[in-house]
Nanobody, 126 residues
Framework: QVQLVESGGGLVQDGGAPRLSCAAS????????MGWFRQAPGKEREFVAT????????YYADSVKGRFTISRDNAKNTVSLQMNSLKPEDTAVYYC???????????????????WGQGTQVTISS
């Protein structure tokens, strides 16, 4: 069982660059694929970024590529999402998710993640 707790959201002024963090419980964090997803009002939850259990392998949604950066610290059981060059359409509840790697390197589908955090609201104020 893995428990995930996000932090770092809130109201972001124009030009801001928030950093979301997700703290995970468990002793096998390094073997998990970690992901960030988001859900805007009236929309389905969508993939944002994922970090593989293999070093330095990440993958991003086209909508955030070049603006957001996912990183993980296996020693601290944390995964972060640095958000830059924000747009109003980035406003959403952001969720951290985890799934055991098994034979996979990265996972982008919502339904393939086993554990979810409670979410943190990010609101972009222009």
């Amino acid at each position: 069982q893995v428990q995930l707790v996000e932090s770092g959201g809130g109201l972001v002024q124009d030009g801001g660059a928030p950093r979301l963090s997700c703290a995970a419980s468990g002793r096998t964090f390094s073997s998990y694929i970690m992901g960030w997803f988001r859900q805007a009002p009236g929309k389905e939850r969508e993939f944002v970024a994922t970090s593989s259990w293999r070093p330095d392998i990440t993958y991003y949604a086209d909508s955030v590529k070049g603006r957001f950066t996912i990183s993980r610290d296996n020693a601290k059981n944390t995964v972060s999402l640095q958000m830059n060059s924000l747009k109003p359409e980035d406003t959403a509840v952001y969720y951290c998710a985890a799934t055991e790697a098994r034979t996979r390197v990265i996972v982008t589908q919502v339904h393939m993640y086993d554990y979810w955090g409670q979410g943190t609201q990010v609101t972009i104020s222009s």
